[in-house]
């Protein structure tokens, strides 16, 4: 199964929220969607949902016009959408049935569901009564609910303690495994570095950045590495770069242990190396440097405050 | 058609499930029963008039003569005796009043020693007095039937005629054989009056739970997750299609208990409340078709009006418009009712803002075909289509408009330019 988004557009009276966003994504992948609040994330997703609709665009699932009522697909919103005064496993049956599952179906899966959450203690429970943590596993239950075949959670991690994340992880971790097709977004990069092979930025939307999360750590690291000297702090270091090896490349960045260098140009690792042996610098650490999802993150969407 | 089921039944058991909901309709039922039971287990012809206990006859019939003495409660001053103790008796009841001499009449009301008291001044005048003058008082009236009578026969005496004979000329009575072709208005009025104000109420107690029901789930944004599982029409049918089955539901089990309990014990009222609480079929089904149709059309205007707005406080402004519509119909019909086969009510009872009111009240009180029925009924089902649909595309577009409410002229225009 393979989800093609070409070329949205969306305005929402003069103002135009979406400016041509375009993305693919296939089954058991999962693919993250990042963005600063307000960059067009979640409208992004909710016309996916076809709860908007684009004035421009199409989206097209194995070439065909994506139609999601047809489709078994489960979608938590950001700002979630349970029913507060309602049983737990009431309105999840209830969900599931809306989405084509007989009563017996959907009261086994919400079961499993429950339980593989780890709150079917809260079954018969009001959902207005729950932590907000619980709520939160509730939520998910009730998006997985109808065995999906397309996932999109909008920021599913937001309101979790560390224990309940790693539930989720590891439910969305399963889901990828068994091949289904996972979209989501987040604010906490760690999760997306985690489950995405695929990564896409909006910003004020617009996509400024797509592709193999993979590849584009690759291509954020070329020529650049990282150093460590024994008995040297970050700033003797970079003093010692700046003083006597200025030729072979200069100071980007630091990190808590290490200091990042950018090689200038016509020159290589390891002809830098040499420079460094020879001057009988005592390299402690010395590689190529990784940028995190984090770093990308804020060199494409953190340009205005 | 699965989905809106789904979705009804979803709804429906909400209100089901509602403890409130469930306690007021069972208390109102059981009040309102209990109530009508009353004059069947207490003896209440002191309070009602209603048949003593023991003596279930209707009203018309004669109750049985309490051994208690009457109080005196009026005084009559009659220097002159123009009237006789009989004429007098006649007025006021048997026991119930004295002869006085002294001018002390204002002071013994005051006390509340008595309730009036009257001077008969002359064949043409008396004084009465009275503390606080209730509206249903008629002693004055009948102690100025029997003076004007007393006057007659003085007359009569000075005239050499036979008051006997004038009289019976004068008051001749005549047997009518009444047979009512149509409608009795009189009667029915009472009906109409009470459905006109129920099913008033109705569509603004529900229609304003409809569009708060809207209104929360935009709020607790379980409208995002809807809308993605079902179409808006199912998910605004069911809803209101739910909140129409509760309140019929909860008005049926109330007057079917209030109903049922006065024909049980309808002997024991005398008849008396008939004009109200013995409604004929045919009228209950009238008020069945137009009443819930035109709860249904309101129903889901409401729905549409909770879509525009993202918070619950605000559904009074929204469905403010709303509501003026139903009070400007609910008044024109009430007024109109005493003139059920004028212009004004026959237009109203063609328009599917009003017709719910107006056609059910010319069925009930006036002259109406069965063609215009028909019309009039078409026109409802076909405007209840309609709203349905236009509901559902305002609600598809309402509801995922967050922040500040939304107009729905802006709504209208939106409609326009996506067409």
């Not at chain 1, 996916?48 to 489709?71: C, R, T, W």
């Not at chain 1, 610098?281 to 440097?289: D, L, S």
């Amino acid at each position: 199964m393979k989800l093609e988004v070409r070329n949205i557009r969306k305005s929402f009276g003069e103002k135009e929220v979406l400016h041509g966003i375009s993305f693919e994504v296939e089954s058991g992948n999962a693919l993250g969607l990042l963005g600063r609040n307000g960059a067009g994330k979640t409208t992004t997703m909710r016309i996916l949902m076809d709860v908007f609709k684009s004035n421009n665009g199409e989206i097209l699932l194995d070439g065909k016009p994506f139609e999601p009522a047809k489709q078994k697909i489960g979608y938590m919103p950001e700002e979630r959408g349970l029913y507060p005064k309602r049983i737990v496993q009431e309105q999840m049956v209830y969900l599931a049935k809306l989405r084509g599952m007989s009563k017996a179906e959907a009261v086994k899966s919400s079961e499993k569901w429950l339980k593989k959450l780890e709150i079917e203690e809260y079954a018969n429970r009001k959902l207005e009564t729950l932590s907000k943590g619980n709520q939160q596993k509730v939520q998910l239950a009730a998006t997985l609910v109808s065995e999906p075949d397309i996932i999109i959670l909008d920021e599913p991690f937001s309101g979790l303690d560390p224990v309940n994340s790693q539930i989720l992880k590891d439910v969305v971790n399963e889901m990828i495994q068994e091949g289904r097709l996972v979209i989501f977004s987040s604010h906490q990069m760690s999760y997306v570095e985690e489950f995405c092979e695929n990564i896409v930025v909006i910003n004020h939307g617009d996509v400024v950045l797509k592709g193999e999360l993979k590849n584009i750590k690759k291509e954020y690291g070329k020529n650049r590495m990282i150093l460590a000297c024994d008995d040297f702090s970050n700033e003797e270091t970079k003093k010692l770069i700046s003083n006597k090896f200025s030729s072979f490349a200069k100071v980007t960045g630091e990190n808590k242990e290490d200091v990042i260098l950018e090689l200038e140009p016509g020159k290589s690792k390891a002809e830098f190396m040499e420079a460094l042996l020879k001057e009988k610098v005592n390299v402690a650490k010395f590689g190529n440097y990784e940028p995190s999802l984090n770093e990308i993150f804020v060199m494409n969407a953190g340009d205005e405050a | 058609m699965k989905k809106i089921l789904l979705v009804l039944e979803f709804e429906l058991k909400e209100y089901l499930e509602n403890k409130m909901f469930v306690g007021t309709t069972l208390a109102i039922a059981l009040l309102g029963a209990l109530l009508l039971c009353l004059p069947t287990l207490f003896d209440l012809s002191g309070v009602l008039p209603v048949p003593s206990k023991g003596n279930n006859t209707v009203a018309e019939e004669e109750t049985e003569e309490t051994e208690e003495e009457p109080e005196i409660i009026y005084y009559v001053k009659d220097e002159q005796g123009i009237l006789t103790e009989t004429m007098i008796t006649e007025a006021l009841g048997e026991g119930t009043w004295k002869y006085i001499t002294e001018e002390n009449m204002e002071e013994a009301i005051k006390s509340e020693e008595i309730d009036a008291g009257f001077v008969i001044r002359s064949y043409d005048e008396m004084d009465y007095y009275v503390l606080n003058k209730g509206m249903m008082d008629m002693e004055k009236e009948m102690l100025e039937s029997v003076l004007v009578t007393a006057g007659q026969m003085k007359y009569c005496e000075e005239h050499n005629l036979d008051f006997e004979e004038m009289n019976s000329i004068y008051n001749k009575e005549i047997v009518v054989n009444e047979e009512i072709l149509g409608k009795d208005t009189e009667s029915n009025f009472w009906y109409c009056y009470i459905f006109e104000m129920l099913v008033f109420m109705m569509i603004v107690l529900y229609g304003q739970m409809i569009a708060t029901a809207v209104t929360a789930e935009k709020s607790n944004r379980s409208m995002e997750v809807l809308i993605t599982s079902t179409t808006p029409a199912s998910l605004l049918f069911g809803k209101v299609i739910a909140g129409a089955i509760a309140s019929v539901m909860q008005v049926g089990v109330i007057l079917i208990s209030i109903l049922g309990s006065y024909r049980l014990n309808r002997k024991a009222w005398g008849g008396i409340l008939d004009m109200v609480l013995d409604i004929p079929g045919e009228v209950l089904l009238t008020f069945a078709f137009f009443g819930l149709g035109g709860f249904l059309f309101y129903a889901f205007l409401h729905g549409a009006m909770g879509a525009l707005v993202s918070k619950t406080e605000d559904v009074s402004k929204a469905i403010s418009g709303l509501m003026m519509v139903i009070m400007i119909v609910y008044f024109l019909s009430l007024v109109q009712l005493s003139n059920v086969d004028g212009i004004i009510i026959k237009v109203l009872s063609f328009l599917p803002f009003s017709s719910y009111s107006a056609m059910f009240a010319r069925i009930a009180m006036g002259s109406v075909s069965m063609v215009e029925v028909v019309i009039s009924g078409v026109i409802l089902v076909a405007s209840i289509i309609g709203a349905g649909w236009l509901s559902a595309v305002i609600y598809r577009m309402g509801t995922l408009r967050y922040g500040n409410p939304i107009k729905f002229t802006k709504i209208l225009k939106e409609m326009k330019n996506d067409k």
